[in-house]
């Protein structure tokens, strides 16, 4: 299994042993990008909450520490787009 396959269907930033979406919680979907088919937990996020947000990653142009950034989609917010990718901080 190589590990864009390993990534899809878990919750990002969920621990390795627990990182299955869980009934009680609501997610999104990470569309395109590094991060793509990853679950993002909205559970805690209104509906006005900021609708990009910057996830680091290992795995994105910028290696380890940098961000991939998603948009939720208007016509679906369960989706974030992806955007690109940037630096972490300094």
């Known amino acids: 299994m190589d590990e864009t396959e390993f990534l899809r269907g878990r919750v990002y930033g969920a621990d390795h042993e627990d990182?299955?979406?869980?009934?009680d919680r609501t997610y999104a979907h990470l569309v395109g990008g590094p991060l793509d088919?990853?679950?993002?937990?909205?559970t805690d996020r209104p509906d006005h909450?900021?609708?990009e947000v910057a996830l680091t990653t290992e795995?994105?142009?910028?290696?380890?520490g940098g961000r991939a950034l998603y948009v939720r989609r208007r016509a679906d917010p369960r989706r974030f787009?992806?955007?690109?990718?940037s630096p972490g901080a300094p």
């Open 19 to 23: 990182a299955g979406p869980r009934p």
């Open 37 to 42: 088919g990853l679950l993002l937990d909205v």
């Open 49 to 51: 909450a900021p609708r």
């Open 59 to 64: 795995i994105g142009r910028y290696g380890p």
């Open 81 to 85: 787009d992806w955007l690109g990718d």
